[in-house]
């Protein structure tokens, strides 16, 4: 009976997180006239390794994607690769577009990126996956990372909200 009464309670549990609902969170930036939409992680335990966002300024829609890195230890990466099934995306960037610092407990390595056509393409099929991977790679190190079920979700809101105002 308990064995059964276990079984029951990680079923129910497995179908909560099945539908957890992203919300998305709009602020306005009034300086620079710009609106902008992206997940909402105050209910998300950790840090997201990664999440697009959603900026918006007269009629013009554009999507970013973010990758952070936290650790004790430095990458210096200077290219993401995503995986997923098989299929890798090399993400190269400017270096001037990452954001490397100390902070309490260790170290903060960031990029923030726009989002073009060819990268979207790749995204849609990456949030949709269960075995979705991310690697900072630096010339010397690197650092591997599973995508959890909420990130991909996110990632997953995001894009179909783009495409639905991109219309």
Known sequence: MKKLFILILLFVNTLIANETK????????EFQDVTWIEPNFD?????????????????????????????????????????????R????????????KVVSGGIYEAIDIQVDA??????????????????????????DRDIGEFELQALQVVINKYKELKK
Do not use: C
């Open 22 to 29: 992203i919300e998305l969170t709009t602020t306005y930036d």
């Open 43 to 87: 209910n998300y335990e950790g840090y997201p390794i990664i999440y697009a966002y959603i900026g918006h300024q007269n009629e013009e829609y554009w999507l970013r994607l973010v990758a952070q890195y936290k650790s004790s230890d430095w990458i210096f990466f200077e290219q993401l690769i995503l995986l997923h099934n098989g299929i």
């Open 89 to 100: 995306k090399v993400i190269k960037f400017n270096y001037s577009q990452k954001t490397s």
């Open 118 to 143: 060819d990268l979207l393409e790749y995204l849609e099929d990456y949030s949709l996956s269960t075995n979705s991977k991310l690697r900072f790679y630096g010339d010397k190190y690197y650092a």
